[in-house]
């Protein structure tokens, strides 16, 4: 028996046997009207006022951070490293209390960024440049400039800010 009489032979069987045709159920209307809905929907709602309230609280407790970077941007050369330094100690002392900052000078204020900072910032490397250029007037050559400028605003960025 080949495979085309076989399968003739179920569709005449299924013929034979007077089958009436399938009754299906009607169909389920998909609506929103039970409470399950409701309750996704508020929990929604809720999520989405949180999280934009968490983001406007970020955005505002980063103002300081905004405007300690437009200002250092807003110079350039050897005044945007001097305005860099006394933004970079006016944050700090805005982040941290001024007795914890303000008496800090040389390594030990170096070493107070390099901690503060989550592990992008070392300033300590630039202490005898800064030595220099705070006390010598000597502006460290062009390439050493932009590293510590670039420094500065990886502390502004990244520090770690206390409540």
Do not use: C
């Not at 003739?8 to 929103?32: G, K, Y």
């Not at 983001?55 to 250092?72: C, D, G, M, P």
């Amino acid at each position: 028996m080949s495979f085309q009489e076989a399968t003739d032979s179920l569709s005449v069987m299924a013929q034979n046997l007077n089958l009436a045709p399938l009754q299906e159920p009607d169909p389920v209307p998909f609506t929103f009207e039970t409470i399950g809905w409701k309750v996704l929907a508020a929990v929604l709602i809720v999520i989405a006022a949180a999280t934009i309230i968490v983001l406007i609280r970020h955005y505002r407790k980063n103002r300081y951070r905004r405007q300690a970077l437009s200002e250092l941007n807003q110079l350039s050369g050897a005044e945007q490293l001097g305005h860099g330094l006394i933004t970079l100690k006016r944050t700090a002392i805005s982040v941290y209390s001024r007795e914890e900052v303000a008496s800090l000078t040389g390594a030990s204020w170096y070493a107070f960024l390099d901690e503060t900072t989550k592990g992008r910032t070392r300033l300590s490397s630039y202490e005898a440049q800064l030595t220099a250029y705070v006390f010598e007037e000597k502006v460290p050559a062009e390439s050493d400039r932009k590293a510590i400028v670039e420094q500065i605003e990886n502390w502004i960025k990244n520090h770690r800010a206390t409540s």
